[in-house]
């Protein structure tokens, strides 16, 4: 069984330390450890980074209000409506989906966590608060942005899982020029407009043209591949400038993939009705 100390000097050794760590994982990758998911939690903070994870709550998605956006990734006609809890922010209020990691970041004393009520983001480390500076529901990525404009170390690490997990890639596509997706959820009790990701089922596919700025590191008992935050957001851009259909999943009907590859909502705010 490893311990916090363990992870620690896998930490150093991978170059990770002092680093702003974006973690996308699954837990079962590092096998057993002393203290479970906190072990982890504990072995980050212990070595300088600050940790990002995606914390998002899919029960606060609204249907859409109306039909205001061309190019949105929305079929408005077979839209129904959406059951919805209102967010709260309370740290229950996370998808099972995002993993034990980030679940327990959440309980952390210390994590700070942005109000978007169904993508919002769990941050722990020394910049937490500058990394939160900017955000707001139709700035879905500011976390990000504000990691890409700081020369300052910065990693993705995906632990267990793959690209379809990877929240930065969607940030390349803004990137790339693409325009994210409007939604609404509910937020303490107000249905608000969002910005959000597309799909993301495709974007395994992009991993065999960026081998070459990909490291595999031991993470737990397990292997992690680690990508420098900056290089990778640029080179995921590049190769979506160039081949916009790079990203679709393997629906040809998929209409968020469809519209995403055309570039994404249009600005104008367009009635159709
Ligand atoms: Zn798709």
Same mark, same amino acid.
């Given at each position: 069984?490893?311990?916090?100390?363990?992870?620690?000097?896998?930490?150093?050794?991978?170059?990770?330390?002092?680093?702003?760590?974006?973690?996308?994982?699954?837990?079962?990758?590092?096998?057993?450890?002393?203290?479970?998911?906190?072990?982890?939690?504990?072995?980050?903070?212990?070595?300088?980074?600050?940790?990002?994870?995606?914390?998002?709550?899919?029960?606060?998605?609204?249907?859409?209000?109306?039909?205001?956006?061309?190019?949105?990734?929305? @079929?408005?006609?077979?839209?129904?409506?959406?059951?919805?809890?209102?967010?709260?922010?309370?740290?229950?209020?996370?998808?099972?989906?995002?993993?034990?990691?980030?679940?327990?970041?959440?309980?952390?004393?210390?994590?700070?966590?942005?109000?978007?009520?169904?993508?919002?983001?769990?941050?722990?480390?020394?910049?937490?608060?500058?990394?939160?500076?900017?955000?707001?529901?139709?700035?879905?990525?500011?976390?990000?942005?504000?990691?890409?404009?700081?020369?300052?170390?910065?990693?993705?690490?995906?632990?267990?899982?793959?690209?379809?997990?990877?929240?930065?890639?969607?940030?390349?596509?803004?990137?790339?020029?693409?325009?994210?997706?409007?939604?609404?959820?509910?937020?303490?009790?107000?249905?608000?407009?969002?910005?959000?990701?597309?799909?993301?089922?495709?974007?395994?596919?992009?991993?065999?043209?960026?081998?070459?700025?990909?490291?595999?590191?031991?993470?737990?008992?397990?292997?992690?591949?680690?990508?420098?935050?900056?290089?990778?957001? @640029?080179?995921?851009?590049?190769?979506?400038?160039?081949?916009?259909?790079?990203?679709?999943?393997? @629906?040809?009907?998929?209409?968020?993939?469809?519209?995403?590859?055309?570039?994404?909502?249009?600005?104008?705010?367009?009635?159709?009705?």
């Amino acid at each position: 069984m490893l311990t916090e100390k363990d992870l620690i000097k896998q930490i150093n050794e991978a170059g990770l330390a002092n680093s702003s760590l974006c973690l996308h994982s699954a837990y079962r990758s590092f096998g057993a450890l002393e203290e479970g998911p906190q072990t982890v939690i504990n072995a980050f903070q212990k070595s300088g980074c600050t940790l990002v994870c995606p914390a998002f709550y899919y029960e606060s998605q609204a249907f859409p209000v109306k039909q205001n956006y061309q190019n949105n990734g929305v @079929d408005y006609q077979a839209v129904n409506e959406m059951r919805t809890v209102s967010f709260t922010g309370s740290i229950d209020q996370i998808e099972a989906c995002m993993g034990v990691i980030p679940k327990q970041l959440l309980k952390q004393e210390g994590t700070l966590r942005t109000y978007h009520p169904s993508n919002s983001f769990a941050v722990l480390g020394p910049d937490a608060q500058a990394l939160i500076a900017d955000q707001s529901e139709l700035n879905v990525y500011s976390i990000y942005k504000n990691i890409y404009q700081n020369p300052r170390p910065a990693y993705i690490v995906l632990a267990g899982v793959d690209f379809t997990s990877c929240t930065p890639i969607h940030f390349a596509e803004e990137v790339a020029g693409r325009r994210l997706f409007r939604r609404w959820a509910v937020s303490n009790g107000q249905v608000t407009e969002t910005e959000e990701g597309s799909c993301s089922n495709g974007f395994e596919k992009l991993r065999e043209q960026i081998q070459n700025i990909e490291s595999v590191i031991t993470l737990g008992n397990g292997e992690a591949r680690i990508y420098e935050f900056h290089v990778f957001i @640029d080179a995921v851009a590049k190769i979506i400038v160039e081949n916009p259909d790079v990203t679709h999943c393997e @629906d040809d009907n998929c209409i968020r993939c469809n519209d995403m590859a055309l570039g994404g909502r249009v600005v104008e705010e367009t009635l159709l009705t």
